[in-house]
């Protein structure tokens, strides 16, 4: 983390999990667990059905809410699509994009994802990019190679200062939900050589402020080490996010 440079952020992603009438009881345990000041922007992403709840639930413990998806198009007929307009609308702060189980199971690639960053970015709505290579890529000694494109992609036509409203996620795809997690040192070279894309792209002083965080099993006793890496600016983290005493304790690890 670099607090003189960046915010840090931890953000959870609930994918098709929980249910709005389970947020309050949530936030009830997450307060009592979370400390009084807190050195971080705290952010849960849920089904967007359930983002109004998130933003009476999460007032308390300053959670602001966020979306998981968004549709490329503006308005019309896109059955069963939400639009930015409509997440702004019900008050969403932030938005994934990008993320590997919708890039999966729904064949997005990298120029959806980079018409949907700019559709949020229209909206006040801040994208939470994911990019992330599988094994065997990584196998292959192509990860810089394939995070460079994906980032290349994902930002096209953004300008530095739309820059200054995204936050990129480094999501591993064989550590997303394997109980496997990058090394501190892998996360850290991987986000680190994203920052040097981006200071190629927009020059040092965007590169220096955009906010990159690690997404992989990150976990309450693995979130530290994590979090102590220059480049990795916080977390995105899905199964721990749904517990909240180990969400707390991944904020807590932002002040160590
Ligand atoms: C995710 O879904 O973005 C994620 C990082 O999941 P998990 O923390 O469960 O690996």
Request: proline content about 4%; overall charge positive.
């Given at each position: 983390?670099?607090r003189?440079?960046?915010?840090?952020?931890?953000?959870?992603?609930?994918?098709m999990?929980?249910?709005a009438?389970g947020i309050?009881?949530?936030m009830?345990?997450?307060?009592?667990?979370?400390?009084?000041?807190?050195?971080?922007?705290?952010?849960l992403?849920t089904?967007a059905?359930m983002?109004?709840?998130m933003?009476?639930g999460?007032?308390?413990?300053?959670?602001?809410?966020?979306?998981?998806d968004?549709s490329?198009?503006?308005?019309?007929a896109y059955?069963?699509?939400?639009?930015?307009d409509q997440l702004?609308?019900i008050?969403?702060k932030y938005c994934?994009?990008?993320?590997?189980?919708?890039?999966q199971?729904?064949?997005?690639?990298?120029?959806?994802?980079?018409?949907?960053?700019?559709a949020l970015?229209?909206k006040?709505i801040?994208?939470?990019?994911?990019?992330?290579e599988?094994?065997?890529q990584?196998?292959?000694?192509l990860t810089?190679e394939y995070?460079?494109?994906?980032?290349?992609?994902?930002?096209?036509g953004?300008?530095?200062?739309?820059?200054?409203?995204?936050?990129?996620a480094?999501?591993?795809?064989?550590?997303?939900?394997?109980?496997?997690?990058?090394t501190?040192?892998?996360?850290?070279?991987?986000c680190?050589a994203?920052?040097?894309?981006?200071?190629?792209?927009?020059?040092?002083?965007?590169a220096?402020?955009?906010?990159?965080?690690?997404g992989?099993?990150?976990?309450?006793?693995?979130?530290?080490?994590?979090?102590?890496q220059?480049?990795i600016?916080?977390?995105l983290i899905?199964?721990?996010?749904l517990?909240?005493?180990d969400?707390?304790?991944?904020?807590?690890?932002t002040?160590?």
């Amino acid at each position: 983390m670099n607090r003189k440079y960046r915010k840090t952020v931890i953000a959870g992603n609930w994918k098709m999990n929980q249910t709005a009438s389970g947020i309050k009881p949530f936030m009830e345990e997450l307060k009592a667990e979370l400390p009084q000041t807190k050195s971080c922007d705290i952010v849960l992403c849920t089904p967007a059905v359930m983002i109004p709840a998130m933003i009476r639930g999460g007032k308390e413990c300053k959670v602001a809410a966020g979306g998981q998806d968004v549709s490329k198009y503006e308005k019309g007929a896109y059955t069963g699509e939400v639009s930015a307009d409509q997440l702004a609308d019900i008050g969403a702060k932030y938005c994934i994009v990008g993320h590997s189980e919708r890039r999966q199971y729904h064949h997005e690639d990298d120029m959806l994802v980079n018409a949907k960053a700019k559709a949020l970015l229209e909206k006040g709505i801040i994208p939470i990019i994911c990019v992330g290579e599988s094994l065997e890529q990584r196998e292959m000694d192509l990860t810089i190679e394939y995070i460079t494109y994906q980032v290349k992609a994902a930002l096209y036509g953004i300008s530095a200062q739309q820059l200054r409203h995204c936050i990129i996620a480094y999501e591993p795809i064989w550590a997303i939900g394997t109980g496997k997690t990058a090394t501190a040192q892998q996360a850290q070279e991987v986000c680190e050589a994203i920052r040097i894309v981006i200071r190629k792209m927009y020059g040092a002083r965007p590169a220096r402020a955009v906010s990159i965080l690690y997404g992989g099993s990150m976990n309450a006793k693995n979130a530290a080490e994590l979090l102590a890496q220059p480049d990795i600016d916080g977390g995105l983290i899905g199964g721990a996010s749904l517990k909240p005493a180990d969400f707390a304790q991944i904020v807590k690890a932002t002040t160590q």
